[in-house]
């Protein structure tokens, strides 16, 4: 958390400078102010900044820390494995209707996060009965699940029979 007087320690920039030289994701949070001063590197790629204008309170960072964490090639599983438990965890329709909006924008999806989303519809009313983009999201799963696993089809029946030996 960036503190109005950040700067004025000199080890402040230095302990952000080991984490960034040793590639280790920071994020940096600010509250927004009328005398902001330029941090370079930490303000211009990874600032998240609280205030009237760009939302504030926990659930508004939770939220930009959490898209952080997906967009980051060194977090990006972990935030995969986190967004399949947070769906089978769903406390409302809405939350399932967020976190549904994540998932679908994922372009791949391993077995075991969709052995997740499957055990979320069997488990959780939360996202059973929840509707988004205009679909059950339980018929949503089922179509994520065939678009990277599709159904394998069934051998045609011998038309003979038993064989002849």
Known sequence: VLHPQFHTSQWCD?????????????AAVRWDTATRTQDGFL??????TLGATHGSGEWF???????????DSRTHEKGLRALA???????????????????????????EHLRRF??????????Y????NSEMVPDLVKKLVERFEPP??????????????
């Open 14 to 26: 230095q302990e952000v400078g080991w984490a960034l030289g040793r590639n280790i994701p920071v």
């Open 43 to 48: 303000e211009e790629h990874q600032d998240i």
């Open 61 to 71: 960072l939770a939220q930009q820390i959490f898209q952080l964490a997906l967009n």
């Open 85 to 111: 438990e947070a769906f089978v965890n769903s406390f409302n329709y809405n939350n399932t209707r967020v976190l549904w909006t994540l998932i679908e924008q994922e372009p791949r999806w391993e077995s």
């Open 118 to 127: 499957e055990y979320a519809v069997e488990t959780n009313a939360q996202v």
């Open 129 to 132: 009965d929840a509707i988004a």
């Open 152 to 165: 394998v089809p069934k051998p045609a029946p011998d038309p003979w029979g038993e064989p002849p030996f």
